[in-house]
Protein backbone atom coordinates (compact mmCIF):
# COMPACT_ATOMS: atom_id res chain seq x y z
CA UNK A 1 0.00 0.00 0.00
CA UNK A 2 1.35 3.57 -1.38
CA UNK A 3 0.02 6.81 0.69
CA UNK A 4 -1.15 9.41 -2.17
CA UNK A 5 -0.64 12.86 -2.10
CA UNK A 6 -3.55 14.93 -0.65
CA UNK A 7 -4.44 17.57 -2.70
CA UNK A 8 -6.86 19.38 -0.32
CA UNK A 9 -6.14 20.74 3.35
CA UNK A 10 -8.33 19.53 5.88
CA UNK A 11 -11.88 21.20 7.35
CA UNK A 12 -9.59 22.10 10.44
CA UNK A 13 -6.78 23.59 8.51
CA UNK A 14 -9.02 25.91 6.52
CA UNK A 15 -11.06 27.26 9.42
CA UNK A 16 -7.75 27.71 11.84
CA UNK A 17 -6.34 29.91 8.92
CA UNK A 18 -9.81 31.73 8.24
CA UNK A 19 -9.78 32.04 12.17
CA UNK A 20 -6.32 33.23 12.57
CA UNK A 21 -6.31 35.95 9.92
CA UNK A 22 -9.55 37.31 10.90
CA UNK A 23 -8.29 37.82 14.18
CA UNK A 24 -4.97 39.59 12.95
CA UNK A 25 -6.74 41.82 10.65
CA UNK A 26 -9.04 43.16 13.04
CA UNK A 27 -12.14 41.86 11.53
CA UNK A 28 -12.49 40.42 15.65
CA UNK A 29 -11.46 42.33 18.05
CA UNK A 30 -9.33 41.80 21.25
CA UNK A 31 -11.89 40.47 23.98
CA UNK A 32 -14.47 39.89 21.25
CA UNK A 33 -16.53 36.61 22.17
CA UNK A 34 -16.62 34.46 19.04
CA UNK A 35 -20.55 31.93 18.93
CA UNK A 36 -18.78 28.77 17.78
CA UNK A 37 -22.15 27.97 15.81
CA UNK A 38 -21.80 30.96 14.35
CA UNK A 39 -18.79 31.18 13.03
CA UNK A 40 -19.61 27.20 11.59
CA UNK A 41 -22.41 28.57 9.72
CA UNK A 42 -20.59 31.56 8.47
CA UNK A 43 -17.79 29.62 7.09
CA UNK A 44 -19.83 26.61 5.97
CA UNK A 45 -18.90 23.65 7.94
CA UNK A 46 -19.66 21.83 10.70
CA UNK A 47 -19.20 22.06 14.26
CA UNK A 48 -16.39 19.72 14.85
CA UNK A 49 -13.32 21.16 12.33
CA UNK A 50 -14.00 24.98 14.00
CA UNK A 51 -13.78 23.51 17.67
CA UNK A 52 -10.51 21.51 16.70
CA UNK A 53 -9.39 24.95 15.34
CA UNK A 54 -10.37 27.03 18.57
CA UNK A 55 -8.87 24.56 20.47
CA UNK A 56 -5.74 25.07 18.29
CA UNK A 57 -6.02 29.04 18.20
CA UNK A 58 -5.98 28.80 22.50
CA UNK A 59 -3.08 26.73 22.47
CA UNK A 60 -1.10 29.52 20.53
CA UNK A 61 -2.54 32.38 22.95
CA UNK A 62 -5.06 33.83 20.20
CA UNK A 63 -8.05 32.97 22.03
CA UNK A 64 -8.97 32.09 25.62
CA UNK A 65 -11.68 29.53 26.64
CA UNK A 66 -13.53 30.82 30.06
CA UNK A 67 -15.85 27.78 31.49
CA UNK A 68 -18.79 28.99 31.90
CA UNK A 69 -18.17 31.93 29.91
CA UNK A 70 -17.53 31.34 26.72
CA UNK A 71 -14.94 31.74 23.89
CA UNK A 72 -13.24 34.93 23.35
CA UNK A 73 -10.42 36.67 21.21
CA UNK A 74 -7.53 36.89 23.88
CA UNK A 75 -6.41 40.08 25.51
CA UNK A 76 -3.14 40.60 26.88
CA UNK A 77 -1.52 42.70 30.25
CA UNK A 78 1.06 45.07 29.78
CA UNK A 79 3.62 42.04 31.30
CA UNK A 80 2.86 39.47 28.41
CA UNK A 81 3.42 42.83 25.87
CA UNK A 82 6.52 43.60 27.35
CA UNK A 83 7.79 39.56 27.69
CA UNK A 84 6.51 39.54 23.78
CA UNK A 85 9.04 41.88 23.09
CA UNK A 86 12.14 41.18 25.07
CA UNK A 87 11.51 37.47 23.54
CA UNK A 88 11.24 39.14 19.82
CA UNK A 89 14.76 41.34 20.53
CA UNK A 90 16.34 38.11 21.25
CA UNK A 91 15.35 36.19 18.36
CA UNK A 92 15.68 39.11 15.56
CA UNK A 93 19.31 39.44 17.25
CA UNK A 94 20.02 35.86 16.61
CA UNK A 95 18.52 36.23 13.17
CA UNK A 96 20.81 39.53 12.53
CA UNK A 97 23.81 37.02 13.56
CA UNK A 98 22.98 34.35 10.59
CA UNK A 99 21.24 36.85 8.15
CA UNK A 100 24.65 39.02 7.52
CA UNK A 101 26.08 36.42 5.74
CA UNK A 102 23.22 34.32 4.10
CA UNK A 103 21.55 37.16 2.82
CA UNK A 104 20.77 36.90 -0.68
CA UNK A 105 20.84 39.86 -3.88
CA UNK A 106 16.80 39.09 -4.19
CA UNK A 107 16.48 39.15 -0.97
CA UNK A 108 17.89 42.57 -0.49
CA UNK A 109 16.30 43.70 -3.27
CA UNK A 110 12.71 42.83 -1.90
CA UNK A 111 14.07 44.77 1.20
CA UNK A 112 14.62 47.67 -0.76
CA UNK A 113 10.98 47.79 -2.46
CA UNK A 114 9.38 47.43 1.31
CA UNK A 115 11.61 50.26 2.35
CA UNK A 116 9.94 52.24 -0.31
CA UNK A 117 6.92 50.87 0.49
CA UNK A 118 7.19 52.11 4.29
CA UNK A 119 8.16 55.96 3.17
CA UNK A 120 4.52 56.20 1.67
CA UNK A 121 2.46 58.36 3.70
CA UNK A 122 -0.17 57.48 5.87
CA UNK A 123 -3.26 59.54 6.31
CA UNK A 124 -5.96 56.63 6.37
CA UNK A 125 -6.65 53.25 7.56
CA UNK A 126 -5.94 51.46 4.40
CA UNK A 127 -2.70 53.42 4.38
CA UNK A 128 -2.11 51.94 7.74
CA UNK A 129 -2.89 48.02 7.24
CA UNK A 130 -0.39 48.54 3.89
CA UNK A 131 2.16 50.10 6.32
CA UNK A 132 2.03 47.77 9.04
CA UNK A 133 1.94 44.92 5.90
CA UNK A 134 4.92 46.33 4.30
CA UNK A 135 6.37 46.60 8.55
CA UNK A 136 5.68 42.99 9.00
CA UNK A 137 6.92 41.51 5.83
CA UNK A 138 9.88 43.78 6.46
CA UNK A 139 11.17 41.83 9.72
CA UNK A 140 9.58 38.70 8.01
CA UNK A 141 12.22 38.58 5.62
CA UNK A 142 14.93 39.66 8.16
CA UNK A 143 13.93 36.33 10.00
CA UNK A 144 13.86 34.29 6.82
CA UNK A 145 17.44 35.35 5.49
CA UNK A 146 18.37 33.80 8.64
CA UNK A 147 17.58 30.39 7.03
CA UNK A 148 16.65 28.82 10.47
CA UNK A 149 12.83 26.88 10.03
CA UNK A 150 13.29 26.48 13.55
CA UNK A 151 13.67 30.14 14.34
CA UNK A 152 11.08 31.15 11.52
CA UNK A 153 8.56 28.80 13.52
CA UNK A 154 9.18 30.26 16.53
CA UNK A 155 9.26 33.85 15.63
CA UNK A 156 5.67 33.68 13.48
CA UNK A 157 4.06 32.61 16.60
CA UNK A 158 5.52 35.50 18.43
CA UNK A 159 4.47 37.85 15.89
CA UNK A 160 0.82 37.15 16.20
CA UNK A 161 1.21 38.44 19.59
CA UNK A 162 2.83 41.48 18.67
CA UNK A 163 -0.07 41.92 16.10
CA UNK A 164 -2.60 41.74 18.97
CA UNK A 165 -0.61 43.99 21.25
CA UNK A 166 -0.58 46.55 18.33
CA UNK A 167 -4.27 46.35 17.90
CA UNK A 168 -4.56 47.03 21.71
CA UNK A 169 -2.66 50.27 21.60
CA UNK A 170 -3.64 51.71 18.49
CA UNK A 171 -6.94 51.47 19.84
CA UNK A 172 -6.37 53.31 23.46
CA UNK A 173 -3.53 55.93 21.38
CA UNK A 174 -4.58 57.27 17.81
CA UNK A 175 -1.09 58.57 17.44
CA UNK A 176 0.04 55.29 17.07
CA UNK A 177 -2.14 54.74 14.47
CA UNK A 178 -1.36 58.15 12.68
CA UNK A 179 1.73 60.00 14.13
CA UNK A 180 5.15 61.14 13.81
CA UNK A 181 6.70 57.14 14.94
CA UNK A 182 6.85 56.87 10.56
CA UNK A 183 9.91 59.33 10.66
CA UNK A 184 11.56 57.26 13.45
CA UNK A 185 10.96 54.02 11.92
CA UNK A 186 11.69 55.09 8.53
CA UNK A 187 15.64 56.38 10.10
CA UNK A 188 15.47 52.95 11.83
CA UNK A 189 15.00 50.92 9.59
CA UNK A 190 17.27 52.74 6.95
CA UNK A 191 19.96 51.70 9.65
CA UNK A 192 19.08 48.37 9.94
CA UNK A 193 19.62 47.58 6.55
CA UNK A 194 22.50 49.26 6.59
CA UNK A 195 23.97 47.12 8.95
CA UNK A 196 22.69 44.23 6.66
CA UNK A 197 24.23 45.87 3.59
CA UNK A 198 27.26 46.38 5.34
CA UNK A 199 27.39 42.65 6.71
CA UNK A 200 27.98 44.21 10.15
CA UNK A 201 26.19 41.78 12.65
CA UNK A 202 27.19 43.71 15.94
CA UNK A 203 25.76 47.19 14.49
CA UNK A 204 22.89 45.49 12.82
CA UNK A 205 21.74 43.90 16.80
CA UNK A 206 22.80 47.49 17.88
CA UNK A 207 20.13 49.01 15.20
CA UNK A 208 17.35 46.13 16.26
CA UNK A 209 17.92 46.38 19.98
CA UNK A 210 17.34 50.07 19.30
CA UNK A 211 14.03 49.92 16.94
CA UNK A 212 12.43 47.12 19.23
CA UNK A 213 12.94 49.24 22.58
CA UNK A 214 11.62 52.06 21.14
CA UNK A 215 8.93 50.52 20.10
CA UNK A 216 8.02 48.36 23.12
CA UNK A 217 8.33 51.46 24.96
CA UNK A 218 5.57 53.24 22.54
CA UNK A 219 3.62 50.40 23.25
CA UNK A 220 3.92 50.68 26.70
CA UNK A 221 3.56 53.97 27.50
CA UNK A 222 0.14 53.93 25.11
CA UNK A 223 -1.03 51.37 27.85
CA UNK A 224 -0.74 53.13 31.12
CA UNK A 225 -1.70 56.72 29.69
CA UNK A 226 -5.20 54.50 29.41
CA UNK A 227 -5.16 52.30 32.07
Not at 10 to 15: L, Y
Not at 147 to 170: D, K, V
Request: glycine content about 4%.
Amino acid sequence: MRLRRLTRKRATDEVYESLREAILTRYFRPGERLQVDELAHKLGVSLTPVRHAVQQLATEGLIEIKPRSGTFVATLSIEDIEATFDVRIALECLAAEKAVARITAAELAKIDDLLKALKVPVKTEDELRRHEKANTDLHQLLIDAAANHRLTEIYNGLNAHLTIARIHAAERNSSLRFGNRFKVEQAEHAEIVGALKARDAARMQTAIRAHIERAKDSLRNAWLRHD
